[in-house]
Antibody, heavy 122, light 108 residues
């Protein structure tokens, strides 16, 4: 079965960096685009970033563009999110999510990890 | 950016009753709309995509309708496990994919 497990969350100060990882199993990782979606405490869902199945395209939400970088390692079946210059407003549970379609993105998500909490606080 | 607006914010329903949730887009999203269910402390679950297609394993009591800017999620007979927060999400005008703010379905 599909499994996505996020790692790397924690408590950091504003301006610091953090790298999230999301090992994937149960499907052919190299065939699917992947996303990061976040949820601030008690709030709704916010799409953060997307990487195409072959890593040739990446998209970001305006709120994180220039500070966050999405990447993937096919040899490790792992998705990453490098988060730099963190702000208080980046505090959220970060989910990795699998795109529904093979290869070409659908833009919606059929499997989600359990999430990892990132807290940015001074 | 396409803004998604859900109503009501909270819906109080008795078990066995019908629940109707609404989602409106600030511009047409065609039929490129998904619905997710999120229970407290759990990860979101895909219910509906393409505005009306149930995802794998989703019971038939969940149905979606609409196109363009107006969408509805109907739960025909609420079960105890259906009390949760429901989000709509458009993927027509993306990036970015955008979500509604959610509708909480609570026990009346």
């Amino acid at each position: 079965q599909v499994q996505l497990v996020e790692f790397g969350g924690g408590v950091v100060q504003p301006g610091e960096s953090l790298r999230l990882s999301c090992p994937a199993s149960g499907f052919t990782f190299s065939n699917y685009g992947m996303h990061w979606v976040r949820q601030a405490p008690g709030k709704g869902l916010e799409w953060v970033a997307y990487i195409r199945y072959d890593a040739t395209n990446k998209y970001y939400a305006d709120s994180v563009r220039g500070r966050f970088t999405i990447s993937r390692d096919g040899s490790k079946n792992t998705l990453y999110l490098q988060m730099n210059s963190l702000r208080v407003e980046d505090t959220a549970v970060y989910y990795c999510a699998k795109d529904f379609n093979t290869r070409y993105t659908s833009g919606y998500f059929d499997y989600w990890g359990q999430g990892t909490l990132v807290t940015v606080s001074s | 950016e396409t803004v998604m607006t859900q109503s009501p914010a909270t819906l109080s329903v008795s078990p066995g009753e019908r629940a109707t949730l609404s989602c409106r887009a600030s511009q047409s999203v065609s039929s490129n709309l998904a619905w997710y269910q999120q229970k407290p402390g759990q990860t979101p679950r895909l219910l509906i995509y393409g505005a009306s297609t149930r995802a794998t394993g989703i019971p038939a009591r969940f149905s979606g309708s609409g196109s363009g800017t107006e969408f509805t999620l109907t739960i025909s007979s609420l079960q105890s496990e259906d009390f949760a927060v429901y989000y709509c999400q458009q993927y027509n005008n993306w990036p970015p994919a955008t979500f509604g703010q959610g509708t909480k379905v609570e026990i009346k």
